[in-house]
T-cell receptor, first 115, second 113 residues
Framework: KAGVTQTPRYLIKTRGQQVTLSCSPISGHRSVSWYQQTPGQGLQFLFEYFSETQRNKGNFPGRFSGRQFSNSRSEMNVSTLELGDSALYLC??????????????FGPGTRLTVL | SQQGEEDPQALSIQEGENATMNCSYKTSINNLQWYRQNSGRGLVHLILIRSNEREKHSGRLRVTLDTSKKSSSLLITASRAADTASYFCATDPGAGTASKLTFGTGTRLQVTL
């Protein structure tokens, strides 16, 4: 079974630009979650999509948005990039049910550098 | 914001020794999960323990959970150089807030030969 894939793996952008990151979940998984990892703030939850609907959202500004397609693939977009958006962006997929418990499987991440 | 703290922040041991790391969290949970991360790469799921479980084993890993103290520990026995990584605990609040893990601050484990 193929794991979670993320593209691109590395990205360099300049302030003010926008960026789109892509995540393909494990086959059969309907939930995709996104996380931001920085040295200062650690791992923080961005949002979760389940069956093409945003089901959960973290405390990030509206510049961060996402969507999910009918095949469960997800994209995350960041507009008007700021230096502080430099981070490792991780996506995770799961079946999307918490009964009894739901393991999340992470992709390798996209390293975004904003200059 | 992060759910909790992990202790210690860094741990250095020799190959063959046991490594214990602790995690504390703040709110009620459905389950708690431990992940490993090698140097800026993706997270690898290690083990999940449900809120009604007290101890779980997987290979060289032993996890305990004390919901009354809101704490968990991860024990790696007979450590190997390949265990060198950062270890994170993550709490899942459960149904209704599915798939929203809150991570701890992590423990950096260094295993030397």
């Amino acid at each position: 079974k193929a794991g979670v894939t993320q593209t691109p793996r590395y990205l360099i952008k300049t302030r003010g630009q926008q960026v789109t990151l892509s995540c393909s979940p494990i086959s059969g998984h309907r939930s995709v979650s996104w996380y931001q990892q920085t040295p200062g703030q650690g791992l923080q939850f961005l949002f979760e999509y389940f069956s093409e609907t945003q089901r959960n959202k973290g405390n990030f500004p509206g510049r961060f948005s996402g969507r999910q397609f009918s095949n469960s693939r997800s994209e995350m977009n960041v507009s008007t990039l700021e230096l502080g958006d430099s981070a490792l962006y991780l996506c995770a997929s799961s079946f999307g049910t918490s009964v009894p418990s739901d393991t999340q499987y992470f992709g390798p991440g996209t390293r975004l550098t904003v200059l | 914001s992060q759910q909790g703290e992990e202790d210690p922040q860094a741990l250095s041991i020799q190959e063959g020794e046991n490594a214990t790391m602790n995690c504390s969290y703040k709110t009620s949970i459905n389950n708690l999960q431990w992940y490993r991360q090698n140097s800026g790469r993706g997270l690898v799921h290690l083990i999940l323990i449900r809120s009604n479980e007290r101890e779980k084993h997987s290979g060289r890993l032993r996890v305990t959970l004390d919901t009354s103290k809101k704490s968990s520990s991860l024990l790696i026995t007979a450590s190997r150089a390949a265990d060198t990584a950062s270890y994170f605990c993550a709490t899942d609040p459960g149904a209704g807030t599915a798939s929203k893990l809150t991570f701890g601050t992590g423990t950096r484990l260094q295993v030397t030969l």
